[in-house]
């Protein structure tokens, strides 16, 4: 069997191939950021028939992209800001996702709005999410999307009996979707590289090309190699998200975006530990709390709070994690304690920097800026909307060509495994049959990778071994480690099992238990000798143990710097000032 469209791999051979090109050609667009608006411009500009690169110092999603709250939604919270617009953009963009461009990796999650206030509160709610259907109906995008419905109190509790009795007066259920926001975004420059784009992780932009006041590319260092090059390019885009003032104190020169970060954190815990056929959305003092079904787990989210130490890795205090269970335990029947959290995720929003004080207030609407001639930069948004900032920004790049240059066609371009994924779907059971895997599994793999799943199983074809789960983790098979590591950008351990794998945050050994015959199973792909594998467990075991003992810790500052004593296995070199 052989992948459909002939999709790009972005295993070692390919990333060397790639910097070389980057190295050896001026490009009319370059991007600087390997996350969700990093991996859309980058797809949104070769598929308008430009040549495109894209750097990521870390791995690609590997900040706030792979640690969102997982869900393409349309934002109640702006409905009720009368922001109508940005509610109206998102749903035809969850639409989209849904149906076109990726309905392998985005699906229809239910979720359930308990109601607390007898009287007002279920017109209020009512007319919003009516409104909020409305909006998705009338312009077709919310095809195949139950609508709204309200529910008494012991309907609700039929569909979700975990909730307390005593909590709530009825409900409101409705739609929304989730995705694998990490999956999402390696799948995107998957398709970019497809379509001819060159994209390399690990390679860091450490400084400017200029001619005069114009940015003419950008100076990188492989921080794989050490090795520094210049990549020439007619246009530099920089999508950095948090790290966007850093870019602009690099190129010198007054801002014009500012960015603020907010930290916002997520726990996992067992699909058991809460009875219920839906999800739950509940309000807070300052935002919403959101309890996502994903996989046989539940992940519990979020928090709001301004954040200003290390941007890499924004660490999880106690406080954060009492606050969230305080929160669902205000509506659980059986309350959850912290031995019932599997993982612990903390991620940054990139907020555009306003009047407000608040980072639950400051806006999540983009902006697109021309800084100096040459150089492109983005920030704002949500993941969501990746597609529209993408769009927007590919416009700008547009006006600073001397040539005519086609508008964005990406609306109409499935992401890789999207075409034929409905159909193998349908075909599950004689797929299972001819690769002698469960069906359980087949539905998983398609729920991954979608038509590309036949890679997977060539890898198992050749090698039976790799059919079996991974002992620890046995969600996943061992095939799926190797085929990060070939086909999907997985350069080290941390990778693979943070990343290409949620195994870090979806076992109560948040990975450990695994580390060795995963890093083992990534060796061959990647030439690493013992030494290395055995160099690659020992840093990601320090992560895992830094990151618990920084969830002991009541404040930011002392998690911050307990998660910064463990080391990176591939130190990102700063240089005098910034590096992104």
Known sequence: MTARMGTAALGPTERSAALDRMESQELDVVVIGGGVVGAGVALDAVTRGLSVGLVEARDFASGTSSRSSKLIHGGLRYLEQLNFDLVREALRERSLLLQRIAPHLVRPVPFLFPLTHPGWERPYVGAGLALYDTLGFSFGFS????????????????????????????????????VDDARYVMTMLRTAATYGADVASRVQAVGFLREGERVTGV???????G????????????????????????VGGRGQIHVKASKGIHLLVPRDRIHSLTGIIM???????????WGRHWIIGTTDTEWTLDKVHPAASRTDIDYLLDHVNSVLAVPLTRDDVEGVYAGLRPLLAGESEETSKLSREHV????????????????????????????????????????????????????GYRALWNSRHRLARSSGLHVARIEHLLQRYGSVIDEVLE????????????????????????HAATHEGARHLND?????????????????????????????????????????????????????????????????????????????????????
């Open 219 to 225: 100076r990188v260092r492989d921080l794989e190699s």
């Open 368 to 419: 697109v800026a021309h800084p100096v001639p040459g150089l492109v930069m983005v920030a704002g948004g949500k993941f969501t909307t990746y597609r529209v900032m993408a769009a927007d920004t590919v416009d700008a790049v547009a006006h600073g060509l001397d040539r005519r240059v086609p508008p964005s066609c990406t609306d109409q371009v499935p992401l890789a495994g999207a075409e």
């Open 283 to 293: 309000r807070t003092e300052k935002s919403v709390l959101f309890v996502i079904p």
């Open 227 to 250: 090795t520094e090059f210049d990549v020439r390019a007619r246009q530099v885009v920089n999508a950095t998200g948090v790290w966007t003032d850093d870019v602009q104190e690099l």
């Open 496 to 580: 693979a099992l943070s990343r290409r794998t949620r195994i870090s945050i979806e076992t109560f050994h948040r990975g450990s238990a695994v580390a060795q015959e995963a890093a083992e199973l990534m060796a061959k792909p990647l030439g690493w000798d013992t030494e290395q594998v055995k160099r690659e467990v020992e840093y990601f075991t320090k992560r895992v143990e830094a990151e618990r003992a920084s969830q002991e810790q009541d404040t930011d500052r002392e998690a911050d710097a307990i998660r910064l004593g463990a080391p990176e296995i591939v130190p990102v070199a700063l240089p005098e000032g910034h590096g992104v």
């Open 143 to 178: 095809r195949g999307m139950p609508g709204h419905r309200h529910l008494s109190r012991r309907r609700a509790l039929r569909i979700a009996p975990a909730l307390k009795r005593s909590a709530f007066t009825g409900a409101v259920q409705y739609w929304d979707a989730g």
């Open 459 to 482: 890898l198992i074809e050749r090698d039976p071994s790799l059919g079996r789960p991974l002992s620890g983790a046995d969600d996943y098979l061992r095939a799926e480690i190797v």
